[in-house]
Every structure is written in C-alpha cells, then in structure tokens.
C-alpha cells in the first residue's frame, strides 16, 4: 500500500458553540473535512505533490474516509482573538517540502499566517542548506472569542494520497 500523497489543500473554519468539542466539529465543518476521520500527521510533503485548490481538493473526499492532516487549532471561551495557521514551503525542484503549524492568542490572521509560512520556509531551508527557489503560501482563521462560548478556530493542509 502506497500511502505517499500527491496532492495536498490547504483548508481552515470556525466554530462557536457552549461546548468545546461541539466547537471543534462546527470549525471541521467550516473547514470541510468533517466528514472525514482524521489522522494527524508531521509536516512532510514529498516531492512531486502538488499544492492544488481548496475546492478541488474537498469534491475529492469521502464521508468516512481516512484523511491525514497537518492541523492548527486554538480554541477558547473567554474574549479574546485567537488564530490558527498552516504555512507550506514548497521547493521548485525535487526536495520534499515542509508544512508548519501555529496557534496564537492576540494575533490577527496576517500575523498567524506569516509567521507560520515563515517557519515552513526556515525548516526547508536547513533541511536543504539553501534559501533559493522556494514557493511558500499559508492560510490562517482568526476569530474574536465571547465569554462563556467556546470559540475554535482551525487550519489544516490536507494530505490526498
């Protein structure tokens, strides 16, 4: 069984409800992939594997099917910003590339999202020794947290095998 992805998406959602979990589901389905079983994994993407788009991506799940995922999340009842954020640094030729994740508190989605398109690129870089012809992107969720709900905020790249 090869389970090597070619393709991965980048997603993210937001979910509020008065119970926690029922937050992170509301934020999976935001996202899309609620629908799926979902393995977490680290933040490898191999060579060949192309970034393709969101909505192309979710047409190619299926209920019920096992999904492997690099996932942001943060979630919180009290009032404040909270944010999630996958960074991918891809290199133009033949290396694998890197997913990054980060959550944060107090940062809006443009910070989440470049810092962790920044770390995924630093992470390519010293597994590479070079700087050069590197296509980084990232996608970030933020959301204003009200006491006594949760609020959960996700942001994932979804691996197609």
């Not at 389970?3 to 991965?8: F, M, S």
């Not at 934020?27 to 933040?43: D, E, H, Q």
């Not at 959550?103 to 398109?117: L, P, Q």
């Not at 006491?147 to 959960?152: L, R």
Request: proline letters at 3%; a positive charge.
């Amino acid at each position: 069984m090869d389970l090597v992805p070619k393709q991965v998406f980048l997603t993210k959602g937001v979910g509020r409800h008065k119970e926690q979990l029922c937050s992170f589901e509301l934020a999976l389905r935001n996202a899309g992939i609620a629908k799926c079983n979902i393995v977490c994994v680290s933040s490898i993407i191999p060579p060949g594997c192309r970034l393709i788009q969101r909505r192309a991506g979710l047409r190619l799940l299926k209920p019920g099917q096992i999904t492997f995922v690099v996932m942001a999340r943060r979630s919180c009842n009290e009032a404040r910003l909270i944010a999630s954020a996958i960074g991918c640094a891809m290199p133009i030729h033949g290396m694998h590339g890197f997913l990054a994740e980060h959550a944060s508190v107090g940062e809006d989605c443009k910070r989440t999202g470049s810092y962790a398109e920044q770390l995924a690129a630093t992470m390519l870089s010293s597994a590479s020794g070079k700087v050069k012809n590197i296509k980084t992107s990232s996608i970030a969720q933020a959301a204003r947290c009200r006491s006594g709900i949760w609020t959960t905020v996700v942001a994932a790249a979804v691996l197609l095998i």
